[in-house]
């Protein structure tokens, strides 16, 4: 009876510890994966752009692109936003990342004469 417990209990620590990999790596894929969504991402950046003044209007592509920076590569999002500087409207233009909601890019929009 002894060595068919020995046998037995050698054979646990194995299998629980691959049992544990699989369901941890099958989890990291479940939910490692996740995205923010576009409406989140820009409630976030509207939110930042408040900060330092008064936002009249922005906008977000709902699809995400591929971008690729160097050799990372993510998912993305395009989008702008307009606020007020010195009581004159300003565009920008961002990308934010689609995992973390983080600025790739933000650049400043010159507007035409005629605008």
């Given at each position: 009876?002894?060595?068919?417990?020995?046998?037995?209990?050698?054979?646990?620590?194995?299998?629980?510890?691959?049992?544990?990999?699989?369901?941890?790596?099958?989890?990291?894929?479940?939910?490692?994966?996740?995205?923010?969504?576009?409406?989140?991402?820009?409630?976030?950046?509207?939110?930042?752009?408040?900060?330092?003044?008064?936002?009249?209007?922005?906008?977000?592509?709902?699809?995400r692109i591929p971008y690729?920076?160097?050799?990372?590569?993510?998912?993305?999002?395009?989008?702008?936003?307009?606020?007020?500087?010195?009581?004159?409207?300003?565009?920008?233009?961002?990308?934010?990342?689609?995992?973390?909601?983080?600025?790739?890019?933000?650049?400043?929009?010159?507007?035409?004469?005629?605008?």
């Amino acid at each position: 009876m002894n060595d068919s417990n020995n046998s037995l209990n050698s054979w646990l620590l194995p299998v629980t510890l691959g049992a544990s990999g699989v369901v941890g790596f099958l989890a990291g894929k479940l939910f490692g994966q996740r995205r923010i969504s576009a409406d989140q991402i820009l409630k976030m950046i509207r939110d930042d752009f408040k900060r330092e003044g008064e936002v009249t209007g922005s906008w977000i592509n709902q699809r995400r692109i591929p971008y690729q920076r160097f050799a990372v590569k993510t998912e993305a999002y395009e989008g702008g936003v307009t606020r007020l500087e010195d009581d004159q409207p300003v565009d920008y233009q961002f990308i934010a990342d689609a995992k973390t909601g983080s600025l790739l890019s933000l650049k400043r929009v010159e507007r035409s004469l005629n605008n």
